[in-house]
């Protein structure tokens, strides 16, 4: 069987069937007619089953199978088009998708390592500026645990244990790493005295294990003796006193890191402050009763800045400033007199703005307020004493300290 396969008829084939079947419905079987003879064609394409006929009649056969002819080609040919330009549409959507996916797959791989070098900073910044700044610190504490678990190692790890309470004994004061640890994470602002307390008891208890080891080197104790035998009772005495000490020490020296000034008297119409600079651990009555000022100087509030009244200032009044002007001398920064007594005009009126913001922050820099901005920021980063520790120091400022900072505000606008 060929792929085309063709069917012929006449009109009279046709003609015929129509009056047959007239025939049948009127009865009458002698009424076909006689007609001219005309041709139509139909040819049938067996692979693309597209079929091309002759619609009207042809007067030979020739003809109409010609007629029928082209218009199967004529159909074959729109049908290899179509497929030609569906093909195409095919090929064009199916590489938009492959650039599309080209696309997505380039720019997933650069988030991808976009992410993991984020990643690897992130975790770079964790390790140097939070993580090994911590572990030092608490280094005493690590290595005294390390050295009760591992007792093959115990006597190194105990020795780096006290070198560890050594080291955050003077880093606490001098604010290395506990400085640079409460830069980058202001969270542990709060917790380096805790460190600081835990890394000196892990320490002496590191201290009283290690004596004893070596002292039960030298002379074994006896069967009998437990671990609260009376040489062991004496070590743990010995360093308890030690411990201690350290930590009155340590906490005389914060105390006078955070001087507080004086009383205060109020009165119906003003407030009046008497500025007495005190050390709790040398002050005697002698002291306090020569450091009395016989007046007291005024101060106006007006719109939230507290304005000195310098017209009533006494001789007796400006003898009592010089004497507080020598008790600043106690405090560390350029203006220590805006944290020892109460500020006048005459200390302001020649600052210009810059110079006055510095000595109000000074106020907070003495109390280890940790600045959020840059410029004072890093200006008080350079100086030795401040130690940047707290993240609110509102609650430490004595009320001549207070009433300074409103003081010079108003000078500043």
Not at 259 to 268: D, E, K, L, P, Q
């Amino acid at each position: 069987m060929g792929r085309y396969s063709e069917k012929n008829w006449n009109n009279q084939n046709s003609a015929a069937e129509d009056a047959i079947g007239g025939m049948f419905t009127a009865g009458l079987l002698n009424l076909v007619p006689n007609l001219d003879l005309a041709y139509k064609c139909e040819i049938t394409d067996s692979q693309t089953g597209l079929v091309g006929v002759t619609e009207e009649w042809q007067s030979s056969r020739e003809i109409a199978h010609d007629v029928a002819w082209n218009d199967l080609q004529e159909k074959i040919f729109v049908s290899h088009e179509n497929r030609k330009n569906q093909l195409q549409r095919e090929l064009r959507e199916s590489n938009q998708k492959s650039n599309t996916e080209e696309e997505t797959d380039s720019s997933g791989w650069l988030i991808k390592w976009a992410f993991y070098i984020a990643l690897f900073i992130a975790a770079g910044w964790l390790a140097f500026a939070v993580a090994l700044p911590l572990i030092l610190i608490n280094s005493a504490a690590v290595s005294c645990v390390a050295g009760l678990i591992y007792k093959d190692y115990r006597k190194y790890l105990y020795s780096l244990s006290l070198i560890g309470t050594v080291f955050i004994l003077v880093d606490y004061n001098k604010g290395w790493l506990t400085k640079t640890l409460v830069n980058n994470i202001a969270f542990f602002s709060g917790a380096i005295p805790f460190f600081l307390y835990l890394n000196i008891a892990c320490g002496l208890i590191a201290a009283y294990f290690l004596i004893r080891d070596i002292i039960d080197e030298k002379n074994p104790p006896l069967v009998d003796e437990g671990e609260f035998s009376k040489r062991n009772l004496i070590i743990m005495g010995s360093l308890l006193a030690i411990g201690g000490t350290t930590v009155l020490l340590q906490r005389h020296f914060d105390a006078q890191r955070n001087t507080r000034v004086i009383g205060f008297t109020n009165n119906a119409n003003n407030q009046s402050y008497s500025a007495v600079k005190w050390d709790s651990t040398k002050m005697d009555s002698t002291k306090m009763d020569s450091a009395k000022m016989t007046d007291t100087t005024s101060i106006n509030k007006s719109n939230g800045a507290v304005k000195s009244d310098s017209s009533k200032i006494d001789n007796s009044t400006m003898s009592s400033i010089s004497v507080d002007n020598n008790a600043a001398s106690d405090f560390p920064g350029s203006y220590p007199q805006a944290s020892a007594r109460l500020l006048v005009s005459d200390d302001v009126v020649s600052l210009n703005k810059q110079d006055l913001r510095i000595m109000r922050n000074e106020i907070f820099a003495r109390h280890g307020y940790i600045f959020k901005t840059t410029e004072m920021k890093g200006y008080f980063e350079r100086l030795s004493w401040y130690k940047p520790i707290y993240d609110d120091v509102t609650n430490q400022l004595t009320s001549v300290e207070k009433s300074n900072v409103e003081f010079i505000k108003g000078y500043e606008k």
